[in-house]
């Protein structure tokens, strides 16, 4: 099973000439196996799938601070195994860099853990999101792009990659005000593997920004939205994708 992906930040909306950054990437939710024995088991079992975190709103104010994401859901089979979910990424601000949402670490069974979604920081630019290799654990969103106090825009950052990195994560928003991509590969329906992470949007000095995009399933973390010029939205963190619950029976 795969816990469900934190949901991207938003950017912050500001003045020109101050520093305005972007939302960061969500986590990417946890995946945890078991065996368990038909004997230990109920005559019925309460089976929840963890929900995808949600993306943290645009700013249609001027002079505010962007807007967290949501954490994912917890994925679990009874009281018996558990998956934890993504955390979310931070909100945009004046100050300095958004904390990235840490990777899912919890759960129980064999639990291998997601990876981080990438911060944003004061120069505008951020790194990608944390890849997710030789692990079940699904991949972070990667972070907006800022403005910084000289007004240069420039794009994302990529979501991080899952599976032995054979899922790209979702692409950069491009400069100008492009929107995070979600990943083109994911898992197949019913596959529980974890996902990649969806990109980080685009700034723009002058116009509408970039929102960040969705997480891939099962689990990727959202990206963050980027920031923007007052008068103009900033961009909406990416949602988190959801988990997943694969029960067998032999």
Same mark, same amino acid.
Request: proline share 5%; charged share 5%.
């Given at each position: 099973m795969i816990g469900g992906g *934190? *949901? =991207? %930040?938003? =950017?912050?909306?500001g003045a020109t000439g101050t520093l305005r950054t972007a939302g960061a990437g969500g986590g990417g939710g946890a995946a945890s196996i078991s065996r368990l024995a038909i004997g230990d088991l109920g005559p019925?079992?309460?089976?929840t799938v963890g929900t995808g975190g949600a993306g943290g709103a645009a700013v249609t104010s001027d002079d505010n601070d962007g807007a967290a994401g949501t954490d994912g859901g917890t994925s679990s089979f009874g009281a018996h195994v558990t998956a934890g979910p993504g955390a979310a990424g931070g909100? =945009?601000? !004046?100050t300095g860099s958004a904390a990235a949402g840490i990777g899912g670490t919890t759960g129980t069974g064999l639990v291998a853990v997601g990876t981080v979604g990438a911060a944003s920081n004061a120069t505008g630019s951020g790194p990608a999101g944390a890849t997710s290799n030789i692990r079940l654990g699904a991949a972070g969103g990667g972070a907006g792009r800022g403005l910084? /106090?000289?007004?240069?825009?420039?794009? %994302?950052? !990529?979501g991080g990659g899952a599976w032995w990195s054979l899922r790209a994560g979702g692409a950069a928003?491009?400069? %100008?005000g492009g929107n995070g991509g /979600?990943? &083109? /590969? &994911?898992? !197949?329906?019913?596959? @529980?593997? +974890?996902? @990649?992470?969806? #990109?980080?949007? %685009?700034?723009h000095a002058t116009a509408a920004t970039g929102s960040g995009g969705v997480g891939g399933n099962y689990g990727g973390g959202g990206g963050g939205g980027a920031a923007s010029l007052n008068g103009f939205n900033s961009g909406a963190g +990416? &949602? #988190?994708a959801p988990g997943i619950v694969v029960v067998v029976t032999t």
């Open positions: *934190g *949901g =991207g %930040g938003s =950017g912050r909306r019925t079992e309460v089976v909100a =945009g601000n !004046a910084s /106090t000289a007004n240069s825009q420039g794009l %994302g950052s !990529a928003g491009a400069s %100008g /979600t990943p &083109a /590969t &994911a898992s !197949a329906v019913g596959e @529980p593997h +974890g996902g @990649p992470g969806g #990109g980080g949007g %685009g700034s +990416g &949602a #988190g």
